[in-house]
Structures are given as structure tokens and as C-alpha cells.
T-cell receptor
Framework: EAGVTQFPSHSVIEKGQTVTLRCDPI?????LYWYRRVMGKEIKFLLH????????ESGMPNNRFLAERTGGTYSTLKVQPAELEDSGVYFC???????????????FGPGTRLTVL | RKEVEQDPGPFNVPEGATVAFNCTYS??????FFWYRQDCRKEPKLLMS???SGNEDGRFTAQLNRASQYISLLIRDSKLSDSATYLC????????????FGTGTKLQVIP
């Protein structure tokens, strides 16, 4: 079974540009999460989708970040315009359908390393 | 106070040694607990979920102490391949909510 995949693996952009990250969760996983790790800090939650609905977006830093999950399959995270402090590794994770496990084991993708110059 | 705290290490141990990591959490209502392993420049990989009764998987044992609000990970007979950063993660609200990570504990197993 394929794991969580993310694209691109690396992105280097200039301040003010736009970048769109993509995540494909494990097939059949309704829950999709975005996390971010900036250098030297812990991994921090950004938002959570259940199917196509945003369940929790309390971790989104500001309105320059826009996440979508049209159709409840893959998700995109767009940063527009990018700022220097947006640099970091963006991880996507997914977990299985609600009700099948109360333990919510999340499986992570390889991440997108974003550098804003 | 951070929601999830870990000693960053590094822990340098010889091959074959037993090593233990602790992780404390601040929210007494936390529901579920995990240990992830993260290799350099890679994604976190789920190592173990931590159940109330404690659980073991080969050389790895995880324990939960709700009264003192900490979880632990014990690695027996350390291998060189165990060298990595071990992340503690806590689901504060239960269900399918976010997990909150600690900063991780770095382990280096030395030949």
C-alpha cells in the first residue's frame, strides 16, 4: 500500500512569490493533516481536514496560507505571498476513517522543504 | 510551560546498552500518546502507540503514567540503526484531532 506522498520535495522561492504544496494521503484515509517544522523548533500543527471539510485550522499562521481538499482526496497548501519566516519543512499526515480506531495513528509523508529567499 | 516536553539529548550510548527517554505532557485530559522516530531530514515514522497498560514491541517498551503525566520509551540492546531522533506526540483532545509534538530526543548509538 502506498504511503502519504508529497510534492514537491523541495522548493526554493523568493519572498513575495507563491508556492503550492500538494499532499496525497493514504488511500481511504478521511483525515488529512498539515504540519510544519521550522528550523530548531518542534513540529507544529497547521490544520486538519475530514474529507473535504476543514475540521480545525487553528494552527494556520495567517491568511497568507490557504489549504484546500476538493473532493476529499488530495490536498493543497498555498502560501501567497511567501515570507522569509515561512521557510521550513511542511509535512502532511493522514489517518484512517473515523470510527474505526479511537487511537488516531497518523502517518506522515516525506515533507516539502520550503526555502524562501 | 510547553505542552509536551522532552530532553533534547543527545544521548550517546554504546551498542547493546539499554536507554530510556521520558516525555512529560501538561494537559491531564490528553487521550492518546505516541512515539515517533525521525531520521535526519526524513519524516517522522510511527514507532509505537502508547497504551494505558503499557506495551512492548521487540526491544522497545512504552509506558504511560497518567498520575505523573509522562510517557517513557525504553530501548533494550541498542543497535547502531537505532540512532535517530525520538519524538513524543500527544493527542490532547481525543478522537481525530491534531497531535502535539515534543522537540525530540536525539539518540546516538556508538560502536
Amino acid at each position: 500500500e502506498a504511503g502519504v506522498t508529497q510534492f514537491p520535495s523541495h522548493s526554493v522561492i523568493e519572498k513575495g512569490q507563491t508556492v503550492t504544496l500538494r499532499c496525497d494521503p493514504i488511500s481511504g484515509h478521511d483525515n488529512l493533516y498539515w504540519y510544519r517544522r521550522v528550523m530548531g523548533k518542534e513540529i507544529k500543527f497547521l490544520l486538519h481536514f475530514v474529507k473535504e471539510s476543514k475540521q480545525d485550522e487553528s494552527g494556520m499562521p495567517n491568511n497568507r496560507f490557504l489549504a484546500e481538499r476538493t473532493g476529499g482526496t488530495y490536498s493543497t497548501l498555498k502560501v501567497q505571498p511567501a515570507e522569509l519566516e515561512d521557510s521550513g519543512v511542511y509535512f502532511c499526515a493522514s489517518s484512517q476513517v473515523a470510527g474505526q480506531s479511537s487511537y488516531n495513528e497518523q502517518f506522515f509523508g516525506p515533507g516539502t522543504r520550503l526555502t524562501v529567499l | 510551560r510547553k505542552e509536551v516536553e522532552q530532553d533534547p539529548g543527545p544521548f550517546n550510548v554504546p551498542e547493546g546498552a539499554t536507554v530510556a527517554f521520558n516525555c512529560t505532557y501538561s494537559n491531564s485530559a490528553s487521550q492518546s500518546f505516541f512515539w515517533y522516530r525521525q531520521d535526519c531530514r526524513k519524516e517522522p515514522k510511527l514507532l509505537m502507540s502508547v497504551y494505558s497498560s503499557g506495551n512492548e514491541d521487540g526491544r522497545f517498551t512504552a509506558q504511560l503514567n497518567r498520575a505523573s503525566q509522562y510517557i517513557s520509551l525504553l530501548i533494550r540492546d541498542s543497535k547502531l540503526s537505532d540512532s535517530a531522533t525520538y519524538l513524543c506526540a500527544v493527542n490532547m483532545a481525543g478522537g481525530y484531532q491534531k497531535v502535539t509534538f515534543g522537540t525530540g530526543t536525539k539518540l546516538q548509538v556508538i560502536p
